[in-house]
């Protein structure tokens, strides 16, 4: 080959490099495709059939579209795609059902962490954008709990529309005029991880800017020790008096009344996303540790019981575990479950509690609303559709065939199987009468991410 022949190869290899190297950094640079390699997510299903052979996700979006999606105005702006809380239906076949003017977060964060699992792309986008604007209280840092009605608005309210299929669609039907209330940096700590599922999947710099912001907003609270706030840690617990001693004022009920309810500042752990945390550390080092002493708290909050039950809160001042919260004497399976899955995300699977869910679920084919930590004694009431679809999720991250089947056959007893009925393939709790049922959002959000 002559020396002009090499001369023109080379120069056509460069170019031809040069072209590769300029379509790689449009893709990857200029398109904000290069993304921060966050921590492997546990039992993130490798495809849409893997636990959803029968295609209910579908349905179940279907139904939340039809009944739950709302529009609404917030502080005088028009949101869409908010989820209300729930829908019953008519007790006449045939005429619409009634929709709860009310609006909780974390309905709306799982319905967006939904969306990226069925990879609906531009719905989740939208969602994203959505949920900032409506929970987000002007000047406030963390996203709120819950949207308030505070006054009518002047706006008519619209017809039902109908669906391409001809069906009702029971959007825009609230005239109120709502506004964000209760923020908590627990609730923005949700949204992050919806963020960072999103981002893991689809990358972007808008995401990853977002990522950002919350983390900032959220590092000096984890750093400061600011995250404990007051509440209720159930009945005092009386200790025996001799005869001779003077109680102290307060300290014991009157003859017919109920022990005192304690009160105490604390962080419930359900709240505690450690794999959010870990993923933050991809953003800001300054989250490592962080992440890592908060592994340490709710690992060791394994309560000194019969049964293995986690402490529901952490007390930073003192260091020390509130074995439960909220006023009662239970604690509640929800609770339990919500903890054990944020230690599987990260590595640590407790196998007895797994075991333990797993015999509720076989020998029942129910679980009680919670259980007596001191005596071991179950609550009388039976739980929800969430509390199963959490319990099918805890099997997937932990990888445990036997809970996920077992939970999965529990779920589908609150399935809508009847094509005749209003909230067909949705999943229902029993409504105000014996011929209404509930299609409730909180339900439906954990089924869908339990599905997919």
């Known amino acids: 080959m002559s020396k002009r ?7 056509v290899a460069g170019a031809l490099a040069l072209a590769v190297l300029a ?102 986008f939208k969602w994203v954008d959505n949920f900032d604007r409506a ?20 706006r008519r309210t619209e017809e039902p529309k109908l669906t391409e299929q001809g069906e009702q669609n029971d959007t825009d039907v609230f005239p109120e005029i709502f506004e964000p209330v209760d923020p908590h940096w627990s609730v923005t700590l949700s949204y ?104 340490n708290i709710v690992e060791g909050s394994l309560l000194e019981s019969s049964l293995p039950l986690y402490a529901s809160a952490y007390r930073s001042d003192t260091e020390s575990y509130l074995a439960i919260t909220g006023g009662g004497v239970m604690s509640t399976t929800r609770e339990q479950l919500e903890i054990a899955i944020h230690l599987a995300e990260v590595g640590v699977v407790d196998r007895d509690f797994l075991s333990f869910i797993r015999s509720a679920l076989r020998d029942e084919k129910r679980m009680p609303a919670g259980w007596n930590p001191v005596t071991g004694g179950p609550s009388g009431q039976s739980s929800s559709p969430t509390e199963y679809a959490l319990a099918l999720v805890l099997g997937r991250v932990a990888n445990d065939s036997l809970l996920i089947d077992s939970a999965r056959d529990t779920l589908m007893r609150h399935y809508a199987s009847s094509q005749t009925s209003d909230i067909f393939g949705g999943w229902y709790r029993p409504g105000s009468s014996s011929v209404t049922y509930y299609l409730v959002a909180e339900d439906n959000t954990a089924v869908l991410l339990a599905l997919r």
Request: charged share 25%; proline share 7%; net charge neutral.
């Open 135 to 154: 929970f987000r209280p002007s000047g406030t840092a963390f996203h709120a709990s819950a949207l308030r009605s505070v006054e009518t608005s002047a």
């Open 5 to 11: 022949k090499r001369t023109v190869l080379l120069i």
């Open 23 to 124: 379509v790689i950094l449009f893709e990857f640079v200029f398109s904000g495709r290069i993304k921060i390699k966050l921590p492997p997510l546990p039992g993130t299903a490798s495809s849409a059939g893997e636990y959803d052979p029968d295609l209910l996700a579908p349905g179940v979006r279907k139904i939340m579209d039809r009944h739950l999606v709302t529009s609404i105005t917030v502080n005088g702006e028009m949101v869409d795609g908010l989820l209300a809380i729930s829908y019953e239906t008519s007790p006449r076949r045939g005429f619409p059902g009634t929709k709860t003017a009310g609006f909780l977060a974390g309905d709306q964060i799982r319905y967006g962490r939904a969306l990226v699992r069925m990879n609906e792309r531009g719905a989740y």
């Open 192 to 295: 992050a991880r919806a963020l960072m599922e999103g981002y893991q999947k689809y990358g972007g710099r808008d995401l990853e800017r977002r990522i950002r912001e919350e983390s900032a907003v959220l590092l000096p609270v984890f750093r400061d020790r600011k995250s404990d706030s007051e509440l209720l840690a159930g009945p005092r617990m009386l200790l025996a008096l001799d005869e001779w001693d003077e109680p102290i004022p307060g300290s014991t009920p009157e003859p017919g009344e109920d022990a005192p309810i304690e009160r105490s500042p604390g962080t419930h752990l359900a709240d505690i996303d450690l794999w959010a945390m870990s993923s933050f550390a991809r953003f800001d080092p300054a989250w490592a540790v962080i992440a890592g002493e908060w592994r």
